[in-house]
């Protein structure tokens, strides 16, 4: 199990950018593959973006695919959310997720996947 502590929400103008972090507990974060997901008021939580242990794959949500980047430093315990050309749409409450995998190529596409949640950032973008 990790702790998970997200940084970096706010309010943005359309167009605009932001840069999410989720650091994590523990000394094998290189062992977790990890994800970000959002939710807005009345919706259920959705897939955003996801990377594997070791970094080399990751997949996006095709609403924000070409727009953000997902990253992480396994030295720093770190995962990132580059948001560029943000939209409305894009308004949400932002939950970094990890997952304990031995195949550190794996990734996980669903909110089932993952066992471990932070606790969320607030994303809003005016228009």
């Known amino acids: 199990q990790v702790q998970l502590v997200e940084s970096g929400g706010g309010l943005v103008q359309a167009g605009g950018s932001l840069r999410l972090s989720c650091a994590a507990s523990?000394?094998?974060?290189?062992?977790?593959?990890m994800g970000w997901f959002r939710q807005s008021p009345g919706k259920s939580r959705e897939f955003v973006a996801a990377?594997?242990?070791?970094?080399?794959?990751?997949y996006y949500a095709d609403s924000v695919k070409g727009r953000f980047a997902i990253s992480r430093d396994n030295a720093k315990n770190t995962v990132y959310l580059q948001m560029n050309i943000l939209k409305p749409a894009d308004t949400a409450v932002y939950y970094c997720?990890?997952?304990?995998?031995?195949?550190?190529?794996?990734?996980?596409?669903?909110?089932?996947?993952?066992?471990?949640w932070g606790q969320g950032t607030q994303v809003t973008v005016s228009s």
């Open positions: 997720a990890a997952v304990y995998r031995s195949d550190r190529l794996w990734v996980g596409l669903t909110s089932h996947d993952y066992d471990d």
């Open positions: 523990g000394r094998t974060f290189s062992m977790y593959a």
């Open positions: 990377i594997s242990g070791n970094g080399d794959r990751s």
